[in-house]
């Protein structure tokens, strides 16, 4: 990590320790008048997931077992009514904790496969502003973060095992500019940002491909507890530095649904690599996932159903980067049926949620004639994973994650995901 980075760190972990004594003090009592003025808001937090895996199979039809610390960020949130300005920075330090990527059979993206990437450093740094015109919300946004597209990072979600659809459901750590309206229950934003992906965990967008891919989305809100979406991106060429590679083409689906004790969401999405008209590469994904939570223990379970591009593969667990015109061996469907149990533990600045996941993967190719045929790889076309571990979060929780300005849903930084939701 480079010294600017550990610079921002010791910054913000000694905000974080002012900002959980100053939380500690407060007290829940306000006086009616302090309500009336609009007042700055500070939100400071980290959080990890140290977890332990198990595995059978994985990649060349191993069995494997692995400990990990996952998730590791620290955040700060920044709202300024009065100046109507705000500012959002994540620091994720998996490329420290797991350098090597996460065990997870099924996952893919940014040249690792069946092991989940550690995300950049810098994961999130958005400033912007915002304000009202006849009765319609506007704001602006800039910097380093998510584009407008897809469903919530899977990080604030309540399984820690990222879903296999991630680089088919989200487009993140992109240098963005936004723009979104709020008129009633309705919500607009567009995007325009740069196409390449990172390549590694110090990786920072190239600037001088920024404009070259854009992305909109529409969110309908016709009650607090009721969310529905549809988005759309082109990104041009994503695996390579440079443009010269294939372009996306993303369309995106969802139906969220959530109250104090319940969770629901389901979305579809579709990419299509390469022109339009023409012909190319298309992944599928469906998925649906539901927490139910009771002071005793909270239950989750998840549907997926998604493509995979098999690409040669340089070690058991990498891709080419960049890939060629011949990586592409066979595309997979992974159907995945997953369980989580966990239970919220609550002392003074630290929520804890140990949980215990397990899930059951079934693997099948898509095209007859593919030189990927998974039962031959791994050895069967089904495979289990079991997962034991802890959301740690000391501080402010991050919140959903993904949307600015006025296009964030209401309670965004009140919340952590369905952790802290579960406790209410």
Known sequence: ?????????????????????AQHDHTMAQDDKSMEAPRNRVHLGASAVPLYTSVDRTAEGQKLHEAALSQAVVHAHFQLPRQRAFASLMLNLEGKTIPHGELTTGAWGEGYVDRRHPHTYLHEAVIGA???????AWSLAGGHGFAPFGSDDPMSRPFAKYPVNHHLAQVLERTIA??????????????????????????????RRFGDSWAARVTARPARTLEFSASWARIASPEFRNPQGIFQWKSHASARWTDSRNYVLAEWARTHEGEPAREGYVFLTTLVEAQHCSRALNAAVRFESADRPEEQRTQPFRTQRPANDFSLVGITRWTTTALQLSHVVTGG??????????????????AKGAFFVP??????????????????????????MGRYGVAQPPGTHEAMGNSRRCTE
């Open 178 to 207: 936004i723009g979104a309206v709020r008129w009633g229950h309705a919500t607009l934003e567009a995007a325009s940002f740069n196409g390449d992906e990172p390549i590694a965990p110090t990786s920072l967008p190239t600037l």
């Open 375 to 400: 039962a031959e790889y791994y050895g069967r076309d089904h495979m289990t994973m079991l997962t034991v571990g802890s959301r740690v979060a000391l501080g402010a929780p991050h919140g959903r």
């Open 349 to 366: 600045l630290v929520t804890a949620v140990p949980f215990v996941e397990g899930a059951l993967l079934h693997a099948s190719p898509q």
């Open 1 to 21: 990590m480079n010294r600017t980075a550990l610079v921002t760190l010791a910054a913000l972990g000694s905000l974080l320790a002012r900002e959980a004594r």
């Open 130 to 136: 915002s304000d009202s015109v006849a009765g319609v």
